[in-house]
C-alpha cells in the first residue's frame, strides 16, 4: 500500500486546461508578433566594441582594467558555490544579527 495519498482529478484539470489555453495563447502571441532580429553573426567581424550579455557586463568591465581581476569574480563565484558547505553554528533561539553570524550580515 503506498503512503502516499491521491490527488482528486478535480483539481488537475483545471490546471491542464488553464496550461494548454496559456501555452495556446503563448504560441498565438509569438506566430503574431515579429522578432526583429540583427544581421547573422560573423566572427571574422565582430561588432566594435562587441558587448557582453546585460548580466556578463560586469565581468567584461573587470576583465577590461586588468586581466588578472578575473581571478576576483572566479572567487566570488566559488564562494557563493561553497556557500551551502560553509560550517556555521546552530542557534536554537531567533534573533537578528547574533554575534557569531554578524560578519555575515
Do not use: C, Y
Not at 557582453?52 to 564562494?79: N, R
Request: charged share 10%; aromatic share 10%.
Amino acid at each position: 500500500m503506498s503512503r502516499f495519498t491521491p490527488s482528486s482529478p478535480h483539481l488537475f484539470r483545471p490546471v491542464r486546461r488553464g496550461f494548454f489555453v496559456a501555452l495556446a495563447l503563448l504560441a498565438a502571441l509569438a506566430l503574431a508578433s515579429p522578432a526583429p532580429l540583427e544581421v547573422a553573426a560573423d566572427p571574422g567581424h565582430p561588432p566594435n566594441p562587441a558587448k557582453a550579455a546585460w548580466f556578463l557586463v560586469w565581468i567584461q568591465e573587470l576583465v577590461s582594467h586588468s586581466t588578472a581581476a578575473i581571478h576576483v569574480a572566479l572567487a566570488l563565484g566559488l564562494l557563493l558555490v561553497a556557500l551551502p558547505w560553509l560550517p556555521l553554528p546552530r542557534v536554537e533561539a531567533a534573533a537578528w544579527f547574533q554575534r557569531p553570524h554578524r560578519p555575515l550580515a
